[in-house]
């Protein structure tokens, strides 16, 4: 019959993760032709900024988040977590908890050894949160405390207890390039020279809702998992495993969700637990980890420890490195981008470790393994620059030739006013009532890869009576991934956005990947875009004999469906879907290459200003210049680059995590200790989309906009006051020992 | 936990069963569960009609709560917060104002206890008795979304939204004040809150917005 004939291939890049550092590979996909975004200039939604479609939900308090789902006969469930970080436990009693009025569940999750304050040993499920809270108390876990290392300091100490029997010295190496001696050697022959050890400590993913699900089981062979997840389809088959249930029978229900940063897949430790509990007490559980636990047990941002040597000679080129760098990321292997970073230098030895401790295990948080790097490349880069006497941003031009990093400097160089900065580091104006305050700017860039993954299926429904929706099963983390979705589909069809109802965040839905590593626009739009195109074709095809031409002389806009060559030739869209079948149009579209993009920049600026007297620094202000292709919601990306520089304000100045070396303990796992940036913390903050970036191609933005900021806040204080502080956060005592050092 | 509260004074004429009952107390038998959630119920006292400075005895306890101009009637135990009561114990719950740090921290359920700022995590529900909660459901009039919730949504104030219902809550608070605040009051009216994915500047945008919009007569 129909000739079968294999699909041309062709290749593209995409991205995957290695080493939890995405990296671009090429793999083969079918070479459909297909539909193109089209140029600059000719999108009348797209490109624009759009209103968040979910904008009246979330702020009438009608968006139901998996913290709010609440079924009748719903049990709360509690864990219970070790307080040390290294112990063996020799009995757990849950006796008392067991016949505690209004407890229906139980159950011991380890009675061997704990490796980390935090570890899971029990937990409970009772009618109330009250009732569940005194339960977890009563349970009595006997430990016997072994040795433990929480900082690198007593992880590297001679006769250190080994966190892992397989590495003694709590060292990993992972990889490394080029040849020490040689670098070394070429280091010799540059005219400024620095050496500098970078520390950093585990930052927070902090998301407000805390990793949880609400399990809607009540003893039958389905389920319903509602969950705070970036990944709606890495559910229901870690559900399955844990319900003991066909993988079929699980939806997976993600409508809303509370922030994941990179810290959100799969059913994670309190789904692996709210199912053993709904499963024993044959009733629907809900389990979040309370503010304490998010700190202890769901993850954060590997430290860093970074030994760097760097020259460059007079006129400006950097000659050679030699890096040492350690990924602090507890139980976890977390991963560091390579230095150099995003500068060229000819010669380099780099090599890169673990360094365990009896910590949590990172996870991914946005940008993995790039701030860390970032911080200490940039800083390497203001000292060098200061050592030959050359303006940083014509230094790090000299050393890197991609076009998008000097357009982008530039523009950000002219939005923050560059020129008024100190010419020397502390060589500025000391002013303020006690003539203690100094002001510097800092830059720092970024790099990632993003890029799509041929995974979305997208379906399109048009209806007789000119109703239409879109539904794939992706998730919205905040980014703003429902509201273009919705919007790919109106501009196709040339109707509002509030005409296109968007389905999103249900396994039941189309495939679609987890949200890491910014691939969420890359897979996801093009698919989008694709099945409304399929649409638009099927509904062209109906409406085409009405108007008496083909359907490829049709076009729609303004809710119009007319002749191209003779717009007065034209019928509105309810008449033309009143042309369909009473089955409607369905539509598919999945994954088109050419739709999807990868490789991004970043550059950030700050101007703080420093109290020489305290030590405080406060950030005056940001700018960020970010390239994405085309942007498909302008206000949505400039909330992510706002958001980003944030976090990175956050990571610069106020966020530690504190571990107490005597009893393994973390000292401020609260949101009152940890500090967030807050409302008045706010600089004056500029967001720029870099539209000098014409690739007709959608790429993802959010995790460089979180990589430079800290960089170019700790280049800042340099430029203001001379010091250099080599460790996040810059916190006072940090600023005035530096100051104090140099004086 | 239970021999402390003992020695910390529960009401001498509560019996030994009443306040096992009320506290969950370890090994108290699985029996009491049943009247937990059963028989005893309709003992429960309802607090709205309590004399004013009567003792609370623990144990689930009736509770009338003024919320958005409709009073709604629950149980919970005294050590009930507002917020936990609002979100697990009335029925239909009332998830806008957020559990996020649980400690005064961060505004996330930040609700208006007779027209001023409340953290709904710091006030036990018994105390709300008698008193006006309005919370972020209760802002919007015929369907009509209030202008600080206008804003937000125009501004695009919010990302993954977690935090806005609270961050509403203190602005709209700010604006019934303040019909002209500058963007310093902005900030200190929502230094009480919290967003992790770094909106404020949208926020103080959607505030002076608002503001605006008010003073047009909108």
């Given at each position: 019959m129909a000739q079968q004939q294999k699909p041309k291939m062709k290749k593209i890049k995409t991205v995957k993760d290695v080493n939890g550092v995405p990296t671009e590979v090429e793999i083969e996909v079918p070479d459909t032709g297909g539909p193109t975004w089209g140029p600059r200039g000719s999108h009348t939604l797209l490109n624009h900024d759009i209103e968040r479609v979910d904008g009246p939900a979330k702020a009438t308090g009608a968006a139901k988040y998996t913290y709010d789902v609440r079924v009748p006969g719903m049990l709360y469930g509690r864990v219970l977590m070790s307080p040390h970080a290294c112990a063996d436990i020799t009995s757990v009693d849950t006796s008392a908890a067991e016949a505690m009025p209004g407890v229906k569940a139980v159950v011991t999750l380890n009675d061997k050894q704990v490796k980390y304050e935090g570890d899971p040993v029990a937990a409970v499920a009772a009618i109330t949160p009250e009732i569940a809270e005194d339960a977890v108390r009563t349970i009595k876990v006997a430990y016997k405390k072994r040795p433990h290392a929480v900082t690198y300091q007593q992880a590297t100490k001679a006769g250190a207890p080994a966190v892992y029997q397989n590495a003694p010295d709590n060292v990993r190496k992972q990889g490394g390039s080029g040849d020490r001696a040689k670098a070394e050697a070429a280091l010799m022959t540059a005219d400024a020279t620095v050496e500098r050890e970078f520390v950093i400590g585990m930052q927070h993913h902090a998301c407000l809702e805390t990793h949880g699900v609400m399990v809607d089981y009540t003893g039958g062979d389905t389920a319903t998992v509602y969950a705070s997840t970036q990944g709606t389809f890495t559910i229901p088959n870690d559900a399955a495993g844990a319900l003991g249930m066909k993988v079929e029978k699980i939806t997976a229900i993600v409508e809303y969700m509370g922030g994941g940063f990179g810290s959100k897949f799969g059913i994670d430790l309190p789904g692996q637990i709210a199912c053993r509990l709904s499963k024993k007490a044959n009733a629907p559980v809900r389990l979040m980890l309370s503010r304490p636990q998010e700190f202890l047990a769901a993850g954060n941002r590997n430290g860093a420890l970074q030994r760097v040597k760097a020259g460059a000679s007079k006129d400006g080129k950097l000659v050679a490195m030699v890096a040492e760098q350690y990924d602090l990321g507890g139980l976890g292997e977390g991963g560091l981008a390579g230095l150099p970073y995003i500068y060229h230098v000819p010669t380099v030895y780099q090599e890169s470790n673990s360094l365990h401790t009896n910590q949590d295990s990172s996870r991914a948080m946005r940008g993995p393994g790039h701030p860390q790097t970032s911080f200490a490349m940039e800083s390497i880069m203001d000292d060098l620059a200061a050592k030959i006497g050359m303006d940083p941003i014509e230094f790090r031009k000299a050393n890197t030739g991609d076009a998008f990093y000097h357009r982008q400097l530039d523009t950000a160089a002219k939005e923050i006013g560059w020129e008024r900065r100190p010419k020397t580091p502390g060589g500025g104006t000391v002013y303020g009532p006690y003539k203690s305050l100094k002001r510097g700017m800092g830059c720092g860039a970024a790099t990632w890869g993003g890029g799509g993954r041929p995974e979305c299926q997208v379906d399109v429904f048009v209806k007789q009576d000119g109703s239409i929706a879109v539904q794939v099963g992706t998730q919205d983390l905040g980014t703003g991934s429902r509201t273009y979705t919705a919007a790919i589909v109106a501009e196709e069809m040339g109707l509002p956005v509030k005409a296109v109802e968007t389905r999103i965040g249900n396994s039941k839905y189309g495939q679609a990947n987890a949200s890491g590593g910014s691939t969420t626009t890359a897979s996801l739009a093009p698919a989008v875009k694709v099945a409304a195109v399929n649409a638009k074709g099927l509904l062209f095809a109906a409406a085409a004999p009405m108007l008496g031409v083909k359907p490829e002389e049709l076009s729609a806009a303004n809710g119009k469906l007319f002749v191209t060559a003779d717009p007065n030739k034209s019928m509105t869209w309810k008449q033309a879907c009143a042309t369909?079948?009473?089955?409607g149009i369905s539509a598919r579209g999945e994954w088109s290459s050419e739709l999807a993009g990868n490789g991004v920049h970043g550059v950030q600026m700050a101007e703080v200003e420093v109290?020489?007297?305290?030590g405080h620094v406060r950030v005056l202000k940001m700018v960020g210049v970010q390239d994405c292709g085309l942007a498909l919601n302008r206000r949505a990306v400039q909330s992510q680059l706002n958001g980003g520089m944030i976090q990175g304000l956050g990571y610069a100045l106020l966020e530690e995590h504190w571990v107490d070396e005597a009893t393994g303990c973390m000292l401020n796992p609260s949101l009152e200790e940890y500090k967030l940036p807050g409302a008045m913390d706010m600089p004056e903050m500029v967001s720029l989309i870099d539209d000098g970036d014409t690739r007709e191609v959608v790429i993802g933005m959010a995790e460089p906009a979180a990589i430079p900021g800290a960089s170019a806040i700790a280049n800042a204080v340099f430029n203001a006051c001379g010091a250099r502080i080599t460790s996040l956060p810059i916190t006072p005592d940090k600023v005035l020992t530096a100051l104090n050092a140099k004086a | 936990m239970a021999d402390k509260r003992d020695e910390q004074g529960a009401d001498p004429g509560l019996s030994r069963r009443q306040f096992l009952r009320g506290v969950g107390v370890v090994g108290a038998g699985a029996g009491l569960a049943d009247e937990l959630l059963g028989g005893e119920k309709a003992e429960a006292a309802p607090l709205s009609q309590a004399p004013a400075g009567a003792i609370l005895k623990p144990g689930m306890q009736k509770v009338t709560l003024n919320v958005n101009g409709a009073d709604t009637t629950m149980e919970v135990e005294p050590r009930t917060t507002l917020l936990n009561a609002l979100r697990n114990h009335a029925d239909p719950p009332i998830t806008g104002p957020k559990l996020i740090c649980d400690q005064g921290a961060c505004g996330g359920c930040t609700v208006l206890l007779d027209g001023k700022t409340m953290y709904g995590c710091m006030l036990l529900a018994v105390d709300a008795v008698g008193r006006k909660v309005t919370t972020v459901e209760g802002l919007a009039r015929d369907g009509k979304m209030s202008p600080v919730q206008e804003a937000f949504v125009e501004k695009d104030a919010m990302m993954c939204g977690f935090c806005t219902p609270g961050f509403i809550m203190s602005v709209e608070s700010l604006l019934q004040t303040n019909k002209n605040p500058s963007l310093e009051q902005i900030k200190a009216a929502c230094s009480g809150n919290v967003c992790r994915c770094g909106t404020y500047p949208h926020i103080f945008e959607a505030a002076m917005a608002a503001a605006a919009k008010m003073r047009g007569g909108a």
């Open positions: 369909l079948g009473a089955a109290d020489t007297e305290t | -």
